[in-house]
């Protein structure tokens, strides 16, 4: 394709979009469910077309030399297949907020003045390598009533080109316009620029990916952007933390799974226990391969029990250390002084995702869920959980560490806005 026939590929998904989202807009319930059923269905019985597209699209990335975490984000395993049906009978069950008037109050001039629920309109999503965001984002389009134009990553394309045909064939079933959800069928990533600059079709962009892809999309586009850059999480382990409870939690945040976002990358100690705590969750780091960045205090404690453990891993260290986001397996360790400390360590180099302290302290706990400045703050459980099916939404179109509008995992909610309503008897103002 050239940049001219691009251009007119895009208008036309455009168009066709916002045809579509205005009869998602006035879709009643019981419709939208029955898609998001039939998907479910559809995604549970397309097995073997679904696994054989996937893997074209891994033998093909690891040909070309990939980076590990992003083939590990590829993969399409049946528990994923799984996990996103769940999550579309999830979304299915949920009430329809659509049309929902909230904070209705009455006037002294007689008018009653609420607020009423109303899709977005037209939302753009850029992502890479993960397809199960494709059935994230259009079961989200579909319960919130908006069109969605998706456009995933060269290195999904056939996994993404399969799902697609799913969602398709689901909403036609349904009797919703197939064009509601649309999935950009080029690679080029001209297609890309064009998405991001079309007010007049599209509502709002998601970009969700590397942090150089995200900040291209938030530098280049001409429509707002739900975003976020990095997934720097940390777990700060209190002084009065339950041993056992801190080391199940930690290990679970860091090595559960090393590629996404919510997976820990700091660690934070109080020094009161961290002679008692960091030898233990060193040995766990030790015999599953995960490399040690620390500070002086820990990397003393630490290299006292690579003695006994000589596979662990441990390193000095530097500035940059604090604010990385590894995906992979790799944690950086610091021992702080108290609750005081780690607040402070935490608001100044994390991306403001997902923060966790583990305690027994009631009040340290109510601190660090008031003063951490993240889209979500936990206590006693692992930042793995910051997900929106995790947290109930039935999925998530991803998570957003702006303040403004949707902030956290993006489910149903964040893709609406409100509107004034106003309800009168012939009032007229004097």
């Not at 070309?64 to 994923?80: C, E, F, M, N």
């Not at 799902?163 to 649309?182: K, R, T, W």
């Not at 995200?214 to 999480?233: Q, T």
């Not at 596979?311 to 250390?321: L, N, Q, R, Y």
Request: glycine share 8%.
């Amino acid at each position: 394709m050239n940049a001219f026939n691009i251009t007119e590929y895009m208008q036309a998904l455009g168009l066709q979009a916002k045809a579509a989202s205005a009869l998602m807009a006035r879709a009643d319930a019981a419709t939208k469910n029955t898609a998001l059923k039939a998907l479910a269905r559809r995604l549970r019985e397309a097995g073997a077309p679904l696994a054989q597209a996937n893997e074209r699209d891994v033998a093909r990335a690891t040909a070309a030399g990939l980076a590990a975490p992003l083939v590990d984000r590829l993969k399409l395993s049946q528990k994923t297949i799984d996990t996103v049906a769940l999550g579309c009978e999830q979304l299915a069950a949920m009430p329809d907020v659509i049309g929902e008037i909230i904070g209705m109050k009455q006037q002294p001039s007689g008018i009653r003045v609420g607020q009423m629920r109303v899709p977005i309109g037209v939302f753009g999503m850029i992502y890479e390598s993960r397809p199960n965001v494709t059935i994230e984002a259009a079961s989200l389009a579909i319960k919130s009533g908006n069109a969605a134009i998706l456009r995933g990553g060269s290195e999904a394309i056939e996994s993404n080109k399969a799902l697609a045909q799913l969602v398709s064939e689901s909403l036609a079933e349904a009797g919703l316009p197939v064009d509601a959800v649309q999935l950009v069928q080029t690679t080029d990533r001209e297609a890309v620029g064009q998405l991001i600059a079309m007010p007049a079709f599209v509502d709002v962009i998601i970009p969700r990916g590397g942090k150089g892809l995200i900040e291209r999309i938030s530098r280049e586009a001409k429509v707002p952007v739900i975003k976020h850059l990095d997934g720097n999480c940390h777990v700060y382990v209190d002084d009065t933390a339950p041993l056992e409870m801190a080391v199940r939690v930690v290990d679970n945040a860091k090595t559960q799974k090393y590629s996404p976002c919510n997976a820990a990358e700091g660690l934070l100690v109080a020094a009161s226990i961290a002679d008692a705590f960091l030898p233990e969750i060193g040995a766990v780091f030790g015999a599953k391969g995960v490399q040690m960045r620390c500070d002086p205090v820990a990397a003393r404690i630490l290299r006292a029990e690579a003695a006994l453990h000589p596979e662990m891993d441990v390193t000095d260290a530097v500035e940059a250390d604090w604010s990385e986001e590894y995906l992979a397996a790799v944690i950086s360790i610091k021992v702080v002084e108290g609750v005081d400390e780690a607040i402070a360590h935490i608001n100044r180099y994390s991306s403001h995702h997902t923060d966790a302290i583990i305690t027994r302290d009631h009040l340290n706990a109510q601190r660090f869920l008031r003063e951490v400045d993240s889209a979500s703050v936990m206590v006693n459980a692992s930042t793995r959980f910051a997900d929106g099916f995790e947290f109930g939404l039935g999925a998530e179109i991803g998570i957003s560490t702006d303040k403004f509008h949707a902030r956290g995992p993006v489910g149903i909610e964040g893709l609406t806005s409100l509107k004034y309503v106003v309800l009168g008897q012939g009032e007229t103002r004097s």
